[in-house]
């Protein structure tokens, strides 16, 4: 398909990562932040193209891993009341919370139903005048536009059975959270491109120069990952620090403006929990005060939980690069993405199931 | 709501063009959950790829990265 195969050659790849290992003189630490970058850097083992110098370490950036323990619970606690329809995207139905997922939910009775989109969970309410439509809302910059969307429409059409229990989370304080933490490593990032292609770049410019670190916005395809790679190691190895676009055909600076807007009119900067990795200061989204008719945390009156991750489970270390998915002892044993026990080893966007699709019988040798 | 019928390899999908109002027919769009949120620059993408095709041709057997 035009504008992916060409990303996707194996020529290029070799050249770009032959350039890659002559231009390292030195080790770096380079940390990916999407999880659609790390899926493609271990199905195509491109970590194994690079210098043994180069770790690639991989970050938070999986919205349904990172959405809280507490949120997961109220969904599922939502989907068992008789006069509620959960509406989820397919990701989040079997990650775990502190008991059962909204898949086993489903399977005792609950009205669980799955959306590839936001407007069909407004749809589902629209024909569903006598149920209670709640939206389990969650996502990075990405999605929030198609998230405010709906309860934008809903609001238009005056929808009194619709309603979105929202966990939004921010990409640029998240680097900042872990700039700011003793135990990091990463000397350069790669920024995600969806991200950005709805934000644009400007954000990123603070963390640069609050922190002197090298940033290059990335693509998703085995060539756009090689090439921002590339580009990061030119700057570190020249002692620079500034932002990159590798991924230009889908990202300007500005962003998308027409999406900017509907966020900015349906959602306001809060602070937000991230499982995982605790609260981070202004980090997330809520619904504005003009759009509390549609927020399920206040039609329901859903008390604030607070519950415990199991013991065993390491993905709050994988979520912030510390630690390898191979490094947990339950990895591929006691946590598979048939019984998860994190998020991560849930979502196709999670560290531990691109390990596990991709790495697990290299493990096991 | 704008919409367009937009061809994912094979498969056809309903896309809403909200956010990306100047997509016309022929164009290619990235989606996500539904919604288009760019269009491909064509230019930019062609501009690329001649870089480093050129940079692929220049090298075409390659030793491997590192043992």
Known sequence: MKYLDEYRDQRIA???ASEIVQRTTRPWVLMEICG??????????????????IELVHGPGCPVCVTPLETVDKAIELALRPDVILVSYGDMLRVPGSRSDLLRAKAQGADVR????PTEAVKIARSNPDRKVVFLA??????APANAMAAWQAKREGLTNFSMLVSHVLVPPAIRALM???????QGFIAPGHVCTVVGCKDYEGLIRDFRIPIVVGGFEPVDILEAVLMLVRQLEAGEAKLENQYVRSVSYQGNLPAQQIMAEVFEVADQKWRGIGSIPQSGLRLREDYSAYDANRI???GELTVDEPAECISAQVLQGLKKPTDCPAFGMRCTPENPLGAPMVSTEGACAAYYHYRRHAVAT | MR??????GGIVRQVSLSFVPEAGLGDYVMVHVGFAISRVDSLEAERTYKLLEEMGALEPELPPAEE
């Open chain 1, 14 to 16: 070799r050249a770009l």
């Open chain 1, 36 to 53: 659609g970058q790390t899926h493609t850097i271990m199905r195509y083992g491109l970590d194994e193209l690079l210098p043994r110098g």
């Open chain 1, 114 to 117: 799955i959306a590839y989109s």
């Open chain 1, 138 to 143: 969650i996502g990075f910059e990405t999605t």
């Open chain 1, 180 to 186: 700011v933490s003793q135990t990091n490593r990463v």
């Open chain 1, 300 to 302: 329901f009156d859903l």
């Open chain 2, 3 to 8: 919409a367009a019928r937009v061809q994912f």
